[in-house]
């Protein structure tokens, strides 16, 4: 069974939508085993409380530098064991240090299909706002790896959503919500759960 840490700072709906997975029986092989917020005030750990995860709060303006920060972070992490990380709607911006150390073993969630609207400035709904005035009809989410490239590591799964005449950058977020980003995460993660446990239980 695979340690799952989920990193937030707002609404949680993509870590509701894991919490939801592993209660219909999609995550077997993994566990929600910790939820990380950059803000107090964030409806995800509500959302973490409600299911029993285990949660912390960790800002960002609590520590001199964002290297304190991700030393803190670590050590959080190590503490619980963690094997897999998952950025799900998390605002902060984690070092090369960080992102080296977990090289594999974090992913993240972005409300694009990458390389379209993504990289540093493109969250929340700045990245429909984006899309939209460019004008594109498909759009969609994106499941990377994380490196210190911010929305730059590989791509794990991507699906497109269609965009409408009449969309706003706020019913187009709901719907890339629905369609996709609450579709693929959830899946990402099992497909990296199963890949790390095939190996006879060993962690690669
Ligand atoms: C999502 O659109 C996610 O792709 C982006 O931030 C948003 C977070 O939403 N990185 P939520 O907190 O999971 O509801």
């Not at 299911?51 to 912390?56: E, H, L, N, S, W």
Request: glycine share 8%; aromatic share 6%.
């Amino acid at each position: 069974m695979l340690n799952i840490a989920v990193l937030v700072s707002g609404g949680g709906s993509n870590l509701q939508a894991l919490i939801d997975a592993k209660t219909r029986g999609e995550l077997p092989r993994g566990r929600l085993a910790l939820v990380v917020s950059s803000k107090a005030r964030a409806y995800a750990l509500k959302r973490a409380e409600a299911a029993g995860i285990q949660t912390a709060v960790l800002r960002p303006a609590d520590y001199p530098s964002s290297e304190h920060y991700a030393e803190a972070l670590t050590a959080l992490l190590t503490e619980a064991k963690i094997d897999l990380i998952v950025l799900a709607g998390f605002l902060v911006v984690l070092p090369k240090s960080f992102t080296q150390r977990f090289a594999g073993r974090i992913i993240n969630v972005h409300p694009s299909l990458i390389p379209s609207f993504c990289g540093p400035g493109y969250y929340g709904l700045r990245v429909h706002q984006a899309a939209l005035d460019y004008g594109v009809k498909l759009t969609g989410a994106t499941v990377h790896y994380v490196t210190e490239v911010v929305d730059g590591g590989r791509i794990i799964l991507q699906k497109g959503v269609e965009v409408h005449p009449d969309d706003t950058p706020e019913t187009l977020q709901r719907r890339v919500m629905e369609e996709a980003e609450w579709v693929i995460l959830p899946k990402a993660v099992a497909l990296l759960c199963d890949k790390f446990t095939n190996t006879e239980g060993e962690l690669p």
